[in-house]
């Protein structure tokens, strides 16, 4: 196991952290919520009496997003977010870590299947609230989520603009933000990436989302993006 240099803050994203190992390499990290627990299989590093995850860019599209540069991640401790599509809860771990004990993460799935895997993760990661349901259909889930900060959608169906602003216009505040990963392919096998990606900003906009920035994901996430907005409500 190759030693921990030293851990950092990263400069542009508060409540990330950049740890240099003895063989000169760097990985992005987060400060573990629950000690001594994995999510999916990831690296810990002990620095100072501090435990931290390796955040793996090559399994989170968020990770993959803050290596390829995006302009923030407005992500904060205390924040209440919407999660769409959390699937076994891998990114969502690292946001857990970041929002901490007074934050929350609820976490809309529609596979049950997955969800059992995620259940096993939040039995001790108590911010995370699953919630098994159909993204598409905000109303049939909305007494079980208040009002939240923010929303992070990695749904990979058609329409996915359009399901995330259903869901915005029934819990997202106004001027909160939104992290949203679009797979080009699970929209349309036909098209060009880049023009998804302009049809999907398009719904977004007349939706009432401020475009703040967009990421192209390769080489960690292939045909993928990442879209920064702001809401406001009409």
Do not use: C
Request: avoid cysteine; charge should be neutral; charged fraction near 30%.
């Amino acid at each position: 196991m190759v030693g921990v240099v030293k851990v950092e803050e990263h400069p542009r994203y508060k409540g990330v952290y950049i740890v240099e190992l003895e063989d000169g390499s760097l990985r992005l990290a987060t400060r573990n919520l629950v000690p001594g627990q994995r999510v999916y299989g990831e690296r810990i590093f002990n620095y100072d009496g501090v435990e931290y995850r390796e955040w793996n860019a090559y399994r989170s599209k968020l990770a993959a997003s803050l290596l390829k540069g995006i302009e923030e991640l407005p992500i904060k401790e205390g924040d209440r977010i919407l999660y769409l599509g959390i699937a076994s809860g891998t990114t969502a771990s690292h946001i857990s870590d970041i929002v901490g004990e007074k934050g929350r993460i609820y976490g809309v799935e529609f596979a049950p299947r997955v969800m059992r895997d995620l259940l096993l993760v939040v039995q001790e990661r108590r911010n995370i609230y699953p919630i098994l349901g159909d993204a598409r259909f905000p109303e049939k889930y909305r007494h079980l989520a208040e009002g939240v900060d923010g929303l992070y959608a990695d749904v990979a169906q058609p329409e996915q603009a359009l399901i995330v602003s259903r869901n915005a216009k029934v819990f997202l505040v106004d001027g909160g933000y939104m992290l949203m990963a679009i797979k080009a392919r699970s929209i349309d096998v036909t098209t060009e990436p880049s023009e998804v990606y302009k049809k999907e900003i398009k719904v977004l906009e007349e939706s009432g989302f401020e475009i703040l920035d967009v990421v192209h994901l390769d080489p960690f996430d292939r045909d993928h993006a990442m879209i920064y907005a702001r809401f406001r409500r009409k």
